[in-house]
């Protein structure tokens, strides 16, 4: 058994050691080349992907999965999140904490087939979780430094500078994610990219409402024309205060969206800790047949997510 133990922990550190030295093998330069090169045209595309490979497994599986909707939705919430990942390293990541959750959860649960599929489902969500919360955070810093890029860019703007010279001004004075994502913005414009494009391109990116009046304010002002610094000082006004307003709703909402969260847990988390510390007491409720646990657990799940969804709304209030 402890041989077994050994081999298994020996062939986990190994594939910790190929995906730590496949992660840490993509420079910041390769990975700004790649992401600009899914908008340059489809020759560029090819020249830009072959510079950029640096493992032949992982941008095998990375070529073949991006071609699909599936793929695309991943290298884009990769890109929100701001995760130094390919989509075949996301995909490898996936797989390798599948792996050690089920081995974790198979040891810890006296080697029961359940217990191995509870640890790899486990490790199978763990990952999208991770990057959404990662979204969830960097989309929230970036409104809060919104307001901060507006008042930069009119006063660039009053004295002289262009907007794309305002822009530039922004990635280097600004602190990150704000100034990470107009630096693309510049990089995307300096290879050729229209203005209005890199601006859309940052809003797939970012997709924060605030960031929305931004850009159409530009676009509109780069057609018909005028005073585009008096109107970005307007936006500037009404962003700031719904950042203000927002802020203090989310404030005093954080409690009931605390005890929402903690309390729809709190039944998923005892099911578990009986599980693997005592399951023929948690087996006892399918005594009754199986019409009977399934109807007790359709019932708990339903009041579980029911109280969820309805304490969720009442926290959620439109700013």
């Given at each position: 058994m402890m041989t077994t133990i050994i081999i298994i922990g020996g062939i986990l550190l190994i594939i910790l050691l190929i995906i730590g030295v496949v992660v840490s093998s993509n420079s910041e330069r390769v990975l700004v080349e790649k992401r600009l090169s899914q908008y340059l045209d489809e020759?560029?595309?090819?020249?830009?992907?072959?510079?950029a490979q640096n493992s032949l497994i992982?941008?095998?599986?990375?070529?073949?999965v991006e071609?699909?909707?599936f793929g695309d939705r991943i290298a884009r919430s990769l890109a929100r999140a701001d995760m130094k990942?390919?989509?075949?390293?996301?995909?490898?990541?996936?797989?390798v904490t599948v792996l050690v959750g089920g081995l974790i959860a198979w040891f810890l649960g006296n080697q029961h087939p359940i217990s191995a599929s509870i640890g790899a489902i486990?490790?199978?969500?763990?990952?999208?979780?991770?990057?959404?919360s990662q979204q969830k955070k960097r989309l929230q810093k970036f409104n809060d430094q919104l307001s901060d890029m507006l008042n930069l860019m009119v006063n660039g703007l009053r004295a002289g500078y262009s907007t794309m010279q305002a822009m530039e001004a922004i990635s280097k004075e600004l602190p990150s994610p704000i100034c990470d994502e107009f630096r693309r913005v510049i990089q995307e414009m300096q290879i050729g990219i229209s203005m209005e494009t890199a601006l859309d391109n940052l809003l797939r990116r970012i997709p924060s409402e605030d960031l929305d009046f931004v850009i159409t304010a530009i676009n509109v002002q780069r057609e018909v024309g005028g005073n585009l610094s008096e109107i970005l000082d307007n936006i500037s006004f009404t962003i700031r205060e719904r950042v203000r307003i927002k802020g203090e709703v989310r404030v005093l909402t954080s409690q009931v969206r605390t005890s929402g969260s903690v309390l729809s847990m709190i039944p998923f988390f005892l099911v578990l800790v009986l599980w693997f510390l005592n399951q023929d007491y948690l087996m006892s409720i399918t005594e009754g047949g199986p019409i009977i646990t399934a109807a007790i657990i359709c019932v708990v799940l339903g009041l579980i997510f029911t109280s969820?969804?309805?304490m969720m709304k009442i926290a959620d209030i439109e700013v």
């Open positions: 020759d560029d595309k090819h020249s830009a992907t072959r510079q992982v941008d095998w599986v990375s070529k073949r071609k699909t909707s990942f390919k989509v075949g390293e996301y995909f490898v990541l996936i797989a486990a490790g199978a969500f763990a990952p999208g979780m991770y990057v959404k969820y969804f309805i």
